[in-house]
């Protein structure tokens, strides 16, 4: 009788990373897209809630670099990465104790500076480890989309009427369960001894040698993408709840949301040999003004057209964090791999969704949510014609640049 054959050891640790990636994504679809519905349940205004959600983005632009250069520095990045998911698994449950607004604002600055350091550092990590052995990362993220897509539809069907606290509860459970994922991953030793007077262990001198003119364009175009994308998911949660609807809803546009990065995830190497990462930048730009428009209708077409906006996801949303995370990753040098990451993080988690929130939340007071998509269309059509004429000798190359 045969016995059968064992795996690869290439497929035991991509199957690692693939039950990681599954873990996080459905650890962070847990709390964040409820946090507006649960802060409305509280009684707090629109304004209120864009600077409560601020509150974590201006952690997160201010932590990131040091979480990077931590991360860089450490001969144990996954031991750094354990410690910040139990972490935030006990900060979490902090939300609990809040009642007031000011305690709100205390608990999101706690939980932000550890929460935000979460997928600068496992994607840093994992693209290192997969460029070492030639495996795609789309393949990898694709688990954390249909982890994702099934949390926020199983944890919609939980939730229904009920009150929203058990997500923070939820949510401190699943950072225990990421830590201990990480015991799985295959190790990498990514620091290197440091020689002293060597200009390339100097982070901040690093980072001038690669901030040209083409990474500012990049770094710009995703910062005021990540400012649409950012109003449109704080913002969803508000939006269903004054069209009347429960948080089922939530879950069930969340669900299709994540589902539609599941064809761009298959099909984004393979794009990518045709045309570059600015061409499909540029492409996002176009189709996110597009569902900001749709957005900006729902008022008058109802659920349909939120839903067909958040089928828009894939192409919007993941079409700019697979590419720009591949960006970072191939324009930073060995030593600042988790830095470019937390550069990335810190532009998009941080000053984008600051603007995203802040300003959004005063749009929204002042002009209504649904005025207020129109406003952030313009905005993104503006850049994204900056954008294109910038990287417009870029933009007839082909392939993978």
């Given at each position: 009788m045969?016995?059968?054959?064992?795996?690869s050891?290439?497929?035991?640790?991509?199957?690692?990373?693939?039950?990681?990636?599954a873990?996080?994504?459905?650890?962070?679809?847990?709390?964040?897209p409820?946090?507006?519905?649960?802060?409305?349940?509280?009684?707090?205004?629109?304004f209120?809630?864009?600077?409560?959600?601020?509150?974590?983005?201006?952690?997160?632009?201010?932590?990131?670099?040091?979480?990077?250069?931590?991360?860089?520095?450490?001969r144990?990045?996954?031991?750094?990465?354990?410690?910040?998911?139990?972490?935030?698994?006990?900060?979490v449950?902090?939300?609990?104790?809040?009642?007031?607004?000011?305690?709100?604002?205390?608990?999101?600055?706690?939980?932000?500076?550890?929460?935000?350091?979460?997928?600068?550092?496992?994607?840093?990590?994992?693209?290192?480890?997969?460029?070492?052995?030639?495996?795609?990362?789309?393949?990898?993220?694709?688990?954390?989309?249909?982890?994702?897509?099934?949390?926020?539809?199983?944890?919609?069907?939980?939730?229904?009427?009920?009150?929203?606290?058990?997500?923070?509860?939820?949510?401190?459970?699943?950072?225990?369960?990421?830590?201990?994922?990480?015991?799985?991953?295959?190790?990498l030793?990514?620091?290197?001894?440091q020689?002293?007077?060597?200009?390339?262990?100097?982070?901040?001198?690093?980072?001038?040698?690669?901030l040209?003119?083409?990474?500012?364009?990049?770094?710009?175009?995703?910062?005021?993408?990540?400012?649409a994308?950012?109003?449109?998911?704080?913002?969803?949660?508000?939006?269903?709840?004054?069209?009347?609807?429960?948080?089922?809803?939530i879950?069930?546009?969340?669900?299709?949301?994540?589902?539609?990065?599941?064809?761009?995830l298959?099909?984004?190497?393979?794009?990518?040999?045709?045309?570059?990462?600015f061409?499909?930048l540029?492409?996002?730009?176009?189709?996110?003004?597009?569902r900001?428009?749709?957005?900006?209708?729902?008022?008058?077409?109802?659920?349909p057209?939120?839903?067909a906006?958040q089928?828009?996801?894939?192409?919007t949303?993941?079409?700019?964090?697979?590419c720009?995370?591949?960006?970072?990753?191939?324009?930073?040098?060995?030593?600042?791999?988790?830095?470019?990451q937390?550069?990335?993080?810190?532009?998009?988690?941080?000053?984008?969704?600051?603007?995203?929130?802040?300003?959004?939340?005063?749009?929204?007071?002042?002009?209504?949510?649904?005025?207020?998509?129109?406003?952030?269309?313009?905005?993104?059509?503006?850049?994204?014609?900056?954008?294109?004429?910038?990287?417009?000798?870029?933009?007839?190359?082909?392939?993978?640049?």
């Amino acid at each position: 009788m045969r016995r059968a054959a064992l795996p690869s050891r290439d497929t035991r640790e991509k199957g690692s990373f693939v039950l990681y990636y599954a873990l996080i994504w459905m650890s962070s679809s847990i709390v964040g897209p409820y946090l507006g519905a649960y802060y409305v349940d509280m009684g707090f205004p629109v304004f209120q809630i864009g600077l409560l959600s601020s509150v974590g983005a201006v952690v997160c632009l201010l932590i990131q670099p040091l979480w990077g250069i931590a991360s860089d520095r450490s001969r144990h990045p996954l031991r750094l990465l354990r410690a910040v998911f139990l972490l935030v698994g006990g900060l979490v449950l902090l939300f609990l104790l809040g009642r007031q607004y000011w305690h709100f604002i205390l608990i999101s600055v706690i939980y932000s500076t550890c929460s935000s350091a979460v997928m600068p550092l496992s994607d840093a990590y994992t693209l290192r480890f997969l460029s070492s052995r030639g495996l795609k990362f789309a393949h990898i993220r694709l688990a954390g989309t249909l982890g994702y897509a099934f949390s926020v539809f199983v944890l919609g069907r939980i939730l229904g009427g009920q009150e929203l606290t058990i997500i923070f509860l939820i949510g401190g459970g699943m950072n225990v369960l990421c830590a201990a994922s990480t015991w799985l991953l295959p190790r990498l030793e990514t620091a290197q001894p440091q020689k002293a007077g060597k200009p390339a262990g100097r982070p901040g001198s690093g980072l001038r040698s690669v901030l040209d003119r083409e990474l500012v364009l990049v770094l710009f175009f995703a910062l005021v993408m990540q400012t649409a994308l950012g109003f449109h998911g704080t913002f969803l949660s508000v939006y269903v709840k004054e069209l009347g609807c429960e948080n089922s809803v939530i879950g069930v546009l969340q669900c299709a949301s994540a589902l539609s990065e599941v064809p761009v995830l298959l099909l984004i190497d393979r794009i990518l040999r045709k045309w570059n990462v600015f061409r499909i930048l540029s492409t996002a730009g176009g189709v996110m003004v597009l569902r900001m428009l749709l957005d900006s209708l729902a008022g008058v077409g109802g659920l349909p057209v939120l839903m067909a906006s958040q089928l828009l996801q894939g192409v919007t949303y993941m079409s700019l964090s697979y590419c720009t995370i591949l960006y970072m990753s191939r324009k930073m040098p060995p030593h600042m791999k988790t830095t470019g990451q937390s550069l990335l993080q810190g532009v998009q988690g941080g000053l984008g969704s600051i603007l995203a929130n802040t300003g959004g939340g005063a749009l929204g007071s002042l002009l209504g949510i649904q005025r207020a998509y129109l406003a952030v269309a313009a905005l993104l059509f503006c850049a994204t014609a900056v954008f294109l004429f910038g990287t417009r000798q870029k933009l007839k190359a082909s392939g993978e640049a």
